[in-house]
């Protein structure tokens, strides 16, 4: 007698693939009486709790360039401008004469949200911080939905996200306002791949399938032109599928083909135009110099252990890190990171019969992300080869393996006991990212952390001192800077810095031996001419100050305050034709600069120019911000007019 079988359809597998969480519902059946209203209420709270004190943040490193400084932002045509330029075109209008070659970034959506901010807030940074924060607490609730519809379980969903929303290495991405790239594209990266599992839920081709998966490509699209690490979705989509079906290894192959194509389609949208504005920079950074591929290779293991150590101990973050490409094979930074990750790899090897789906597609989530970032060949800077704001969408790989491990924990022990280690790690986090917060606070904060964390490298050293001489801390800064020289003895930058430092203290001897080291070992370097001026200038030495204010404006006709120091040394040395000539040159690219019409102010009424020095007091007085230049130029108003 034969025993009947009964026959599996296509449809029905195809919903035991996409449902890979629901064999093993958990219990927790608590959680099915607080709601899912309430359970977003908590994840909105612990993202607020830990990120509050990002509010008080201002604008810090890229921000000032980006935002304060940034002129095309005055405008609502830079959002038009924003789809046929790269993200820093506005450099090439600024007055610095080493300009660096323009990056590979091209993010409209980006660059349409900075416009929009700074038409609706000005230079109020925490409004800035506030949408950043809000758009930080979308994700999480994206999340949320995510893993609910992968895992089937409340628990494991809430746990994922509240992780995510309270991890410490999001401090770059929240608390640093040009980090909102990240936020801005994983609202949309994370609403598209989930409208992808909805699509996928669906058991046939109906309406609502194709209506989803429209939604996907749409909010894919659009993530692309927030930050293209996005395209990394149909590599996610691949391997999703990969990981959740159980066809054959062909079938596998030809159904995640098949599914991530329509996402390598759609991305044309954004790569065409892509190529249109930024052309052979789109393949290759012109600011990376020419290095090996061997030392791209030998670096990757190092990277990737990084990454891993900040992603599961979070201690320690910073803006930048004293790395350095890995040039040998003997080198202990490429041995140790080769044997960690060869366990790794081997024990997920050993072990791959009993690791589950979901824990497969945890892994995929940590990885996918990454994987645009690994081209280590394009970095510009060795010291920018670990980036913390790159894990952003790998949090939510490890809040899933968390989620995963703590269900376990609750069949085999007690939901108590997974109860209060979910609230310990929680918590820890929540700690965590108060305290790397407050390394966002201000540019001071910035570097000084960046120098705690890595005391052997320059930079931060010398990024603390330019801080601190803005504070006018000139003894602080001086002694940062000795540090960073000793350092790196052939930096132009640093003895650049510490003649400004040395000026600051009124030391004008030491300032102009500074100076003169940094055109020591660059020429050509224009900030130290201008600077060396400067020294002359305060110095009351107006022949050598012109001679260098001249050749500061060879090496870049359109420094602006070089001209206007320049006009400034002539006024001094009573130079009165060529001293107003120079402010007028000034002021044609500079028009709502008051100082520079007082001072014109100034040149007039020594020309004996009355009428034309009360126009340009007049000016001065309705343009200037500052009480003391307001009480200088009502006396001279006064004394003009008598």
């Known amino acids: 007698m034969k025993t009947a079988h009964k026959k599996t359809t296509a449809a029905s597998k195809r919903v035991r693939e996409a449902d890979v969480g629901a064999q093993a519902k958990g219990s927790f059946s608590f959680l099915d009486q607080l709601g899912t209203g309430r359970i977003i209420m908590l994840i909105c709270l612990f993202a607020f709790l830990a990120y509050a004190n990002s509010l008080g943040g201002d604008f810090v490193f890229d921000d000032n360039e980006q935002i304060v400084e940034n002129q095309d932002l005055r405008s609502w045509d830079n959002i038009a401008r924003g789809f046929t330029t790269d993200v820093w075109a506005f450099r090439e209008k600024g007055d610095s004469a080493n300009v660096p070659a323009p990056l590979p970034y091209y993010r409209p959506l980006f660059t349409a949200m900075l416009t929009i901010e700074y038409q609706l807030f000005g230079l109020q940074p925490q409004l800035w911080h506030l949408v950043s924060l809000l758009l930080y607490i979308v994700c999480s609730i994206e999340l949320f939905f995510i893993i609910l519809l992968i895992s089937r379980r409340k628990f494991v969903a809430m746990t994922c996200s509240l992780v995510f ?36 839920e669906e058991r046939t081709a109906s309406p609502q399938k194709r209506k989803y998966l429209l939604y996907s490509l749409l909010f894919f699209v659009i993530a692309a032109f927030a930050k293209e690490t996005a395209l990394s979705l149909a590599i996610l989509i691949f391997g999703y599928e990969m990981v959740v079906s159980q066809e054959s290894l062909k079938q596998r192959l030809i159904g995640a083909f098949k599914s991530a194509m329509p996402f390598v389609a759609a991305s044309m949208i954004y790569l065409i135009p892509r190529y249109a504005v930024l052309g052979e920079r789109m393949l290759s950074n012109p600011q990376a110099p020419d290095r090996p591929l061997s030392y791209t290779l030998l670096t990757l293991p190092f990277v990737v252990c990084s990454y891993l150590l900040h992603l599961v101990w979070p201690v320690g973050l910073s803006v930048t890190y004293d790395t350095r490409f890995i040039t040998t094979l003997a080198s202990r930074s490429f041995i140790l990171p080769v044997i960690v990750l060869t366990v790794l790899v081997g024990l997920l090897i050993y072990f791959r019969r009993s690791i589950s789906r979901q824990v497969w597609v945890a892994l995929l989530l940590i990885f996918v992300p990454l994987l645009p970032v690994l081209n280590l060949g394009q970095v510009s800077q060795e010291q920018y080869l670990v980036f913390d704001h790159y894990l952003y969408i790998s949090v939510a790989g490890l809040g899933y393996l968390a989620g995963l491990a703590l269900a376990k924990l609750a069949e085999a022990q007690s939901e108590k006991l997974s109860l209060a280690a979910a609230a310990v790690l929680v918590f820890a986090l929540v700690a965590g990212t108060h305290f790397e917060n407050r390394a966002w606070a201000d540019s001071y904060a910035v570097w000084s952390n960046a120098a705690r964390v890595s005391p052997k490298y320059w930079a931060p050293h010398y990024n603390t001192a330019l801080e601190l001489i803005k504070l006018k801390q000139f003894d602080e800064a001086r002694d940062k800077l000795e540090r960073a020289a000793s350092l790196k003895p052939d930096e132009p930058m640093i003895y650049d810095a510490l003649g400004r430092a040395h000026l600051g203290l009124r030391d004008f001897g030491a300032a102009e031996e500074k100076l003169k080291r940094a055109l020591e070992l660059n020429p050509e370097m224009f900030e130290s001419l201008n600077n060396l001026g400067t020294v002359y200038f305060e110095a009351k030495d107006y022949a050598n100050a012109e001679k260098y204010f001249m050749e500061a404006l060879r090496a870049n006709p359109r420094a602006a305050a070089t001209r206007f120091n320049l006009a400034r040394c002539r006024a001094r040395a009573g130079d009165y034709n060529n001293a107003a000539r120079e402010f007028e040159q000034f002021l044609k690219s500079s028009p709502d600069d008051a100082e520079a019409h007082y001072e014109l102010g100034l040149v007039y009424e020594k020309m004996g120019r009355a009428a034309d020095a009360v126009r340009a007091f007049e000016r001065a007085l309705g343009l200037t911000r500052s009480q003391e230049l307001e009480e200088a130029i009502l006396k001279s108003l006064k004394g003009v007019k008598r």
């Not at 991405?173 to 790239?181: E, N």
């Open 165 to 200: 929303a309270v991890h410490p290495v999001h401090a770059e991405s929240v608390s640093w306002i040009s980090g909102m790239t990240d936020p801005l594209f994983g609202v949309f990266f994370l609403a598209a791949f989930y409208f992808y599992l909805k699509q996928r």
